[in-house]
Every structure is written in C-alpha cells, then in structure tokens.
C-alpha cells in the first residue's frame, strides 16, 4: 500500500548535475511530506531535504543548500531532487520517504519500517 520508488542515480563528474525522482504507485503523495535521505558507504543516514505536502515548506542539510533544490508535482505523484554543483561528498545511495515532521532533525529522528532500493549517485572524476 506505501510504496516509493526512487530513480535517476547515475556516475556524474565533480560539478555536474541530476534530477532525482521519488514517485508513489497506490497513494496520493500529495497527502504527505516527502523527505530525501542519503547513506554513503560506512556512515550513518543522513537527512538531505523534505518538502510539505503543498510545497510550501521546504528545508535542506547546511552542506547541499545553494545546490539541491527540492520541488514536487503533485498532479504526477512525484517529488524530485534537482542536484546541482555535485562534489564528490554528495555520493551516496539517495531514498525517499513520507515522514510526519517538516525539518531535517525532526525526520531523521523519526524510525522507518522499511527502506526502498534508493538509487546511487556517485560523483567522481
């Protein structure tokens, strides 16, 4: 019934740029506010972004404001993730989820029952 699908992970240089894509199959996104997490290889989840569920509010991680800009289109059941001026720091495996708060700290205390595949962002030369 809650199921999130990420997508547009790819290798990309230092200073280059993707769009991620976060999309519900059986529930109406609009309903919820929709984070980003990150998890690099050997440390903990991290918080990256989060978006209320008419797009007024919006809140990033000090190290990607200036750089990430989070949007969402209701009317396709999608959130994105446009990702600009990546730097090698940023590579990580990307994961979406409905949370209940409207800031970083208040969603990466929040516990998940389950994670999707995400999808790998690698930023190297």
């Known amino acids: 019934q809650l199921q999130l699908v990420e997508s547009g992970g790819d290798l990309v240089q230092p200073g280059g740029s993707l769009r991620l894509s976060c999309a519900a199959s059986?529930?109406?996104?609009?309903?919820?506010?929709i984070g980003w997490f990150r998890q690099a290889p050997g440390k903990e989840r991290e918080g990256v972004s989060l978006?209320?569920?008419?797009?007024?509010?919006?809140d990033y991680r000090d190290s990607v404001k200036g750089r990430f800009t989070i949007s969402r289109d209701n009317a396709k059941n999608t959130v994105y993730l446009q990702m600009d001026r990546l730097k090698s720091e940023d590579t990580a495996v990307y994961y979406c989820?409905?949370?209940?708060?409207?800031?970083?700290?208040?969603?990466?205390?929040?516990?998940?029952?389950?994670w999707g595949q995400g999808t790998q962002v690698t930023v190297s030369s």
């Open positions: 989820q409905a949370v209940l708060g409207i800031t970083i700290a208040a969603m990466e205390d929040q516990d998940f029952a389950s």
């Open positions: 059986e529930f109406p996104l609009g309903s919820y506010t």
């Open positions: 978006i209320s569920s008419g797009g007024l509010v919006t």
